[in-house]
């Protein structure tokens, strides 16, 4: 019997890409996404057993109804790519406060209620591997995304508190921060006049998730999803001072008009 594997946000972007790798792999792959789009994932992923979950994450019944597909398989789960996820750009002066609450649950309330269920299972046969995917954000302050860089930033220090928790049973977790990449994330975001708007200059979706897969089955505790480009502003966001990556970080997302 093959493998199984779960991956949120599955639908487009990362998330496509780390099932894609994980099927490539071998894996039966429950793929999770809130759109009508996360239905034609077996079809998009021929030679593969997927089961696609059409779910709301920022509800318990939407987290319900996920646990209960992995359930329903009557097998181990035996990887977790909690990877869903969302930004909102603009001066938080001006954005929408349920918008931004709405974007918490996401970000982060969601992650933590479906986490629960893995590690428990996982801690419980003494085996598994999780990735979650943070974001290069989570090392810098995020103005004019002000709500989503500290989402980000969260998820990179749950992950790495819960690994070492996890090492005594087996459970290696594993943080992805991607840094800008070709995907519809910052237009749903509402960026399409800032530098993210443009994706020319961006990292491909699939060189992101093939490191994030790869830092995750060496046991990692984090990968810097994205080129040499993004790897060297990973290691200048641990030299600069806040204020200067504030200041830097606003020229790229502050609107244009």
């Known amino acids: 019997m093959s493998m199984l594997a779960l991956v949120t946000g599955a639908s487009s972007g990362i998330g496509f890409r780390l099932a894609e790798g994980l099927a490539a792999r071998g894996y039966d792959v429950i793929g999770v996404g809130t759109s009508e789009r996360v239905e034609g994932l077996p079809e998009r992923l021929p030679g593969a057993r997927v089961i696609p979950v059409r779910a709301d994450l920022t509800t318990p019944e939407g987290i319900d109804q996920v646990w209960a597909t992995v359930e329903a398989e009557g097998r181990p789960l035996d990887v977790a790519a909690l990877n869903a996820g969302a930004s909102l750009g603009g001066a938080f002066l001006d954005t929408d406060l349920e918008d931004e ?145 504030a200041r830097r970080f606003a020229r790229g997302a502050k609107p244009t008009r």
């Open 101 to 245: 609450l709405h974007l918490l649950d996401l970000n982060v309330v969601s992650q933590v209620r479906l986490a629960k269920r893995v590690v428990r299972q996982m801690a419980d046969r003494r085996s598994g591997r999780i990735l979650i995917t943070s974001s290069l954000s989570a090392t810098t302050p995020t103005p004019y995304e002000s709500i989503y860089g500290p989402t980000r930033a969260f998820m990179y220090s749950f992950a790495q508190g819960l690994r070492e928790e996890m090492r005594e049973y087996g459970v290696s977790v594993t943080a992805l921060l991607p840094g800008a990449t070709a995907t519809e994330f910052h237009d749903r975001a509402g960026m399409q006049a800032t530098k993210f708007g443009d994706n020319s200059w961006k990292n491909d979706p699939a060189l992101v998730a093939s490191r994030g897969l790869e830092g995750m089955f060496e046991g990692r505790d984090h990968v810097v999803g994205g080129d040499a480009g993004t790897r060297r502003a990973a290691l200048v966001n641990k030299l600069l001072p806040e204020e200067r990556k």
